[in-house]
């Protein structure tokens, strides 16, 4: 377990069961970034904390080709949206409904 400030917020790293987990803590306060890591931690050992990978792994190209150009748009021109909505088009056509944990480098 690990506490890093960046910033002035607080950062946890830690792993459970091999898994790494890392997240803002959104506090600037010592103690208080403490017991929210400690809470933490006692999610990931339960179960009840997902990886934010996992969360993803889990879409189809299509779904996360669409999550990924909606979180672009906001820091893209619109000609610059259009174009890598554009290159996303032959990943859409060749993996189709594939889940992203699914695709490997063969």
Known sequence: M???????????????DGQRFRQSLETSDWREAQAKE?????????????????QFSKLNITEAIERYLADRAAHVQPRSRQSEYDHAKPLRDYFGALAIARIDGD
């Open 2 to 16: 690990a506490l890093v400030k960046r910033g002035k917020t607080w950062h946890c790293h830690f792993f459970v």
């Open 38 to 54: 400690k809470e933490l931690v006692a999610l990931a050992a339960q179960g009840r904390l997902a990886l934010a990978s996992q």
